[in-house]
């Protein structure tokens, strides 16, 4: 007999009547051409309102805009789907490749000197969110592998991914990874906007433009626009290929930008980081997918915890502002660049900001991969050792730093 769906307990059929069998994953994953076609009327209208956004100079403005739009469209209950999934993978992709095109010998070799505090800063932020998340399940409404899962700063797809296997409530971690997300893609252009706007009044034209360019040309940043578009596809799908072969974290972002790495420090291919209309597109879709990831039935689901999960999550970006501010106080780094070096949101969401701001891109890509990586590879065994046992041990650990 098939086992009854929870859609079927919640809504039983009528008598007499035949019930319909539940649709294969695969189908629901279909997207028909009216579907693409209304994606393309929502991208081109939020990537309208980026623009317009533009001229009255808003930072970040087509990544602040479109996830305005798409939460918007999901609260409203206008579209009740995910960004098509090609869409998204393309994003990331691009991302990537945007991301280790900045990654220049010069540009590590100006990291060098701070790696470790670098490191330091993000072994301190992952402790920050594993201890957050231990005073957010002290509560009993949330498990710890839900509360760490959800705390954890950066590759939110994978640990949304891994959420399962690890017995945590993937609904609940996926809420929590993309709220912070969302509030750190909000506020970080604001933020770093009044930041550079500080930093530059003693050194006028240092503060960005809010945008990352109008004009509909270039598509790439070298010379050669159809030798750098099939450069940049080349490395994007390589990228991807090698990420899913080598099962990195996050294959579709994280291989991208090591190709593009490769490529960038052999200076052997021509420039192909996506610049003008493609990376502002590449924004819009970062920003919409964030944005309609938070529907009207997420938040009534999670509606008591919500409370206790700002308060957690505001916790742990203060935190972050803290580390931030110590970072750039040791090292010299300027403060804006700190910031998003170290601040707990979508590594997406942080690199178009840094664009904007006109931040030191290669210094935050290379912080916010590491701390992705690190995160990635240390959550599942962090969540597994405190559920075997271990809890007591760090119940006295915890609660002996928070008498001191």
């Not at 800063?121 to 231990?134: D, Y």
Request: hydrophobic share 55%; glycine share 10%; charged share 10%.
């Amino acid at each position: 007999m098939a086992p009854t769906s929870a859609l079927q307990r919640e809504h039983p059929p009528s008598p007499g009547t035949a019930t319909k069998p539940a649709p294969h994953p695969t189908e629901l994953r279909r997207f028909r051409p009216a579907s693409v076609g209304r994606w393309a009327l929502i991208s081109a209208g939020a990537y309208a309102a980026g623009l317009a956004a533009s001229a009255f100079g808003v930072p970040a403005p087509y990544l602040l805009c479109a996830l305005l739009v798409g939460a918007v469209l999901a609260l409203t209950g206008v579209v009740r789907e995910r960004v098509p999934a090609p869409a998204n993978r393309v994003s990331q992709a691009l991302v990537g490749a945007l991301m280790g095109s900045y990654l220049t010998w010069p540009a590590l070799a100006s990291a060098a000197p701070v790696a470790l505090p670098l490191t330091a800063v993000t072994a301190a932020t992952i402790a920050l969110s594993v201890a957050v998340a231990w005073l957010l399940a002290r509560g009993r409404q949330v498990s710890r592998p839900s509360a760490v899962l959800g705390m954890v700063p950066g590759g939110s797809a994978a640990i949304v991914t891994c959420a399962d296997e690890l017995k945590a409530d993937v609904r609940l971690v996926a809420f929590t990874q993309y709220l912070r997300v969302g509030l750190v893609a909000t506020t970080a252009p604001l933020v770093a906007q009044w930041l550079a706007s500080a930093a530059s009044a003693g050194s006028p034209g240092q503060a960005g433009d809010g945008g990352s360019g109008t004009g509909l040309l270039p598509l790439v940043t070298g010379s050669g626009q159809l030798a750098g578009l099939l450069t940049l596809a080349a490395v994007s799908v390589a990228g991807v290929l090698a990420g899913r072969r080598l099962r990195l974290p996050t294959p579709a972002l994280i291989g991208p930008m090591l190709a593009a790495l490769v490529a960038t420090l052999s200076n052997a291919l021509p420039g192909f980081a996506p610049a003008g209309l493609l990376q502002n597109l590449v924004f819009v879709f970062v920003g919409l997918d964030v944005g309609v990831r938070f529907t009207r039935e997420t938040l009534v689901r999670v509606r008591r915890l919500l409370p206790s999960i700002l308060l957690a999550i505001a916790t742990v970006c203060a935190g972050c502002v803290l580390l931030a501010w110590l970072f750039a106080t040791v090292t010299g780094t300027p403060v804006i660049d700190a910031y998003l070096a170290t601040t707990p949101g979508g590594i997406n969401a942080v690199l178009a900001t840094a664009v904007s701001s006109h931040a030191d891109v290669a210094l935050i890509s290379t912080v916010q991969s590491l701390r992705l990586l690190i995160v990635v590879l240390v959550t599942p065994m962090i969540t597994r050792w405190l559920t075997a046992g271990r809890p007591a041990v760090v119940d006295r650990v915890v609660a002996g730093t928070a008498r001191g």
